[in-house]
């Protein structure tokens, strides 16, 4: 894999001039509109937004899930426009967690069998004693031998976010990874995803529509017509308190 070192080593993603058009002729729609933007390691940051003004496409190109029609993208000091599809592949499963609303759990698999996955893929012998760790690290070390069918859809989040970590990923992408709870689970989840960049200096980005998941992070980012129209930052003692902060950021923003 080609490796530079052009990211400043305090950014986990860096986007600069980022630019993405989807589709050509009369059908291009540009979703992504000269973005420049860093992530700093440690942080978590919440992506907002109006429907159709960029989040996934953002997501998806800082992820190397989809590749930018201009601009730059560095991962973990890696100019993904430098990388083949397969370098791609590699980096995205060495450094890259994701987590989704769907959960997407092998229903077939154990929780512990899950939270192996990405080890048994990278090939790498599978440490019971790690697996064991994560789901701790989630409160489900008691139901390492249940099915996802067998858990609750916050216990299922919480296996899928074991299983995006046990790689120690640069930086986890979760899309919409409360979309599916209810409000007591999601807090349980939100708070598991503010103590893993609290305790262990993950660095996590999150589209969400939801200000009280965004309350969780240390900044928002809201997007507008693919562009990046404003950000909060929220010290320790806002979050969580200014949901209502966010949603008028939100509502301003839908309204301009
Ligand atoms: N594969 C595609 N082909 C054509 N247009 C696309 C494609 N993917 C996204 N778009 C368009 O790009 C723009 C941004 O879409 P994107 O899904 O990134 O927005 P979003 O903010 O995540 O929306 P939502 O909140 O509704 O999920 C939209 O106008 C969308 O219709």
């Given at each position: ?102 959960f997407n759990l092998v229903a077939s698999l154990t929780a512990?069998q899950n939270v192996e996955l ?29 099915r996802p ?10 296996v899928a976010?074991?299983r ?93």
């Amino acid at each position: 894999m080609t490796t530079t070192t052009q990211a400043p080593a305090a950014e986990a993603v860096q986007l600069w001039s980022a630019r993405k058009v989807h589709g050509a002729g009369d059908q291009a729609v540009t979703a992504l509109d000269d973005v420049s933007i860093g992530f700093p390691r440690g942080t978590f940051t919440a992506i907002m937004g109006p429907s159709g003004s960029g989040k996934s496409t953002l997501l998806q190109c800082a992820a190397g899930l989809d590749t930018a029609t201009a601009g730059k993208v560095v991962v973990a000091g890696v100019d993904l426009g430098e990388l083949d599809e397969n370098d791609r592949t590699t980096l995205r499963r060495d450094k890259i967690g994701f987590v989704f609303q769907a959960f997407n759990l092998v229903a077939s698999l154990t929780a512990a069998q899950n939270v192996e996955l990405p080890v048994r893929f990278a090939g790498k012998r599978v440490s019971p004693a790690e697996v064991k760790a994560a789901l701790g690290e989630v409160g489900l070390a008691e139901r390492a031998h249940h099915r996802p069918g067998e858990l609750s859809g916050g216990q299922q989040q919480r296996v899928a976010l074991a299983r995006a970590l046990i790689t120690r990923p640069e930086v986890l992408f979760a899309d919409e990874p409360t979309g599916a709870l209810d409000t007591t689970t999601s807090r349980e989840v939100l708070l598991m995803l503010r103590g893993i960049v609290d305790r262990h200096a993950q660095t996590v980005i999150m589209v969400t529509h939801d200000p009280v998941a965004a309350s969780y992070a240390d900044r928002v980012v809201f997007l507008k017509d693919g562009r990046i129209a404003d950000q909060i930052a929220l010290s320790p003692h806002q979050r969580h308190a200014h949901p209502s902060l966010i949603a008028s950021h939100m509502a301003k923003l839908e309204a301009s």
